[in-house]
């Protein structure tokens, strides 16, 4: 089987500085993929050169069998990390969301009813209806989240790439954030890149965890992947991993244990 | 209002302040909401130093104007181009640089030419039929491209990284919008002149920006502020005998102001 993507030998610099080197992954139709790491570890520098709004210095990215182009981009569904999006700009909840199927329309064309129809269908699975015709300045931080992936999705995508879904969340939003993900990934056998901090809440979804920090330090299902060894390596030292009942439990910077 | 409509040049003028308050204030909403008042600033200076030239050599001044706002907007897209350098800085350097060469062919002309202060003032009423026309064409020109890539130039004034990410070129219409916004001003600068054009293109659109959430209805109040004091402007200029352009700015500024302290208290 080939892989929807395939990421071979990447070097990629974010603002002029090296932020991966030599990363080669391949990841198959239907997976769900947790990236990890530290800050600035170049998990988002990952996802951005997947989507071609960052071109490699060194090596390849092949999108479905192809070049990233803009007709694979069009594929892709893409949920950027919180304070990317300009919560002033007038627009309600409805328009921003159906921003989401401009690409599809081709050019000339507006919005039609077919199209209002599948913003009405995705705002209620994710169950951000009733905000439609909120202006998006007016959003919680998890209302916010399910508008950006109700954006994300409206496309009808193959994979969707989350940029730190959850981060700046309260535990409970942080929960319907990630079993949202997990839904839609399940209900439509998406592809699934999500990038984050936390990975105990996330890890019994996801079939692979890409541990980074400029290079790729390990890739592989979590039970095999999240191992003391790698963690310290990754983070320098100051992780624990705790053997949970079904899972691997990862403690990072616990100041108090150490 | 009869009584104005006698008078050919006042024809002429009232059709130029719709025409000018209308495609100004809609494409003062991608200004407003873009943060691009200052390349407009930079256009304006730079379509001035065209102006200048095309009196210099004897070319009709729109020719020259169109040419110059559109090198000024290339350059600041060529020196700002993936990151190689701010913004801010690039428009500051060719800002100057044409406002130097428009002084320096004012000088090369040796004669005073006073056609040139209705140009820097604006001068409304000096507007004949052949302008209008080529206004008008300009006009429909611009406010026909927006109606066609409504939707395109509205995800990349809202958020241009994600418009990339779904398959928008987002730096050809980044690139359109400024073309625009050229062409916006090289239609206004006679009536309004060169100091004050960027009036007419940000107010409006911060005015509408004050009242409402909803991009829609901004496009609507736009350019019913833009008109409105286009033409109520330009009727307290000619019976009182003031300088047009500036009425009309003096009166979207009062707007504004009124638009803010409504806000203030919603």
């Not at chain 1, 990363?23 to 800050?39: A, C, H, R």
């Not at chain 2, 202060?117 to 026309?133: C, K, M």
Request: hydrophobic letters at 50%; proline letters at 4%.
């Amino acid at each position: 089987m080939e892989p929807v993507i395939q990421i071979k030998k990447l070097n990629a610099s974010y603002n002029s500085e090296v932020a991966l080197q030599d990363i080669n992954m391949e990841i198959y139709k239907g997976e769900f993929i947790g990236i990890l790491g530290p800050n600035g570890s170049g998990k988002t520098t990952l996802l951005k050169a997947v989507l071609g709004l960052i071109s490699p210095a060194q090596g390849e990215i092949r999108l479905f069998g192809g070049p990233v182009d803009s007709a694979a981009r069009k594929r892709m569904g893409y949920v950027p990390q919180k304070g990317s999006i300009d919560l002033t700009f007038p627009v309600r909840v409805f328009d921003a969301v159906m921003m989401g199927r401009y690409p599809l329309m081709g050019l000339f064309r507006y919005p039609s009813r077919s199209d209002r129809i599948v913003v009405e269908e995705v705002l209620k699975g994710v169950d951000a209806w009733h905000l439609k015709d909120k202006p998006i300045g007016e959003l919680s931080g998890g209302e916010a989240q399910r508008v950006w992936i109700a954006r994300a999705l409206v496309s009808d995508p193959e994979i969707l790439l989350l940029d730190e879904p959850t981060t700046g969340l309260d535990v409970m939003s942080q929960g319907q954030i990630i079993d949202l993900v997990h839904r839609i990934h399940e209900g439509k056998g998406l592809t699934v890149l999500y990038v984050t901090h936390e990975v105990n809440n996330v890890s019994c979804y996801l079939d692979k965890v890409a541990y980074l920090k400029k290079t790729l330090y390990a890739y592989g299902h979590p039970n095999d992947v999240i191992k003391v060894e790698t963690l310290r390596e990754v983070y320098a030292g100051e992780v624990e991993v705790i053997q949970g009942v079904d899972r691997p439990l990862v403690v990072v910077g616990d100041h108090c244990h150490v | 209002m009869s009584e104005i409509l006698q008078y050919d040049f006042m024809r002429h003028a009232l059709m130029a302040a719709v025409l000018v308050g209308g495609v100004c204030s809609i494409i003062g909403v991608y200004v407003v909401l873009k943060g691009l008042s200052f390349i407009g600033d930079g256009v304006a200076h730079a379509s001035f130093g065209g102006v200048v030239l095309g009196f210099l050599l004897g070319i009709n001044p729109l020719i020259t104007s169109v040419l110059f706002a559109f090198i000024m907007v290339g350059l600041v897209s060529i020196f700002t181009g993936k990151g190689k350098m701010k913004t801010d800085p690039a428009i500051g350097v060719f800002f100057s640089f044409m406002m130097a060469l428009a002084i320096l062919f004012i000088g090369l002309m040796r004669s005073y030419n006073a056609e040139l202060y209705s140009y820097l003032f604006g001068s409304i009423i000096s507007v004949t039929a052949t302008d209008l026309l080529i206004m008008l064409a300009l006009g429909i020109l611009v406010l026909g491209t927006v109606a066609v890539f409504f939707k395109e130039l509205l995800y990349v004034t809202f958020d241009p990284e994600m418009a990339l990410a779904s398959g928008i070129r987002a730096g050809h219409f980044n690139f359109l919008i400024l073309a625009l916004l050229g062409l916006t001003i090289v239609i206004s600068i006679k009536s309004v002149g060169m100091i004050l054009v960027l009036a007419l293109i940000v107010i409006p659109a911060s005015c509408a920006h004050q009242l409402t959430r909803n991009i829609k209805t901004m496009f609507i109040l736009s350019p019913l502020f833009g008109i409105a004091a286009s033409i109520g402007g330009l009727c307290l200029s000619y019976y009182f005998d003031l300088p047009s352009g500036a009425t009309i700015v003096i009166i979207l500024t009062f707007i504004f102001i009124l638009t803010a302290l409504k806000r203030k208290r919603r």
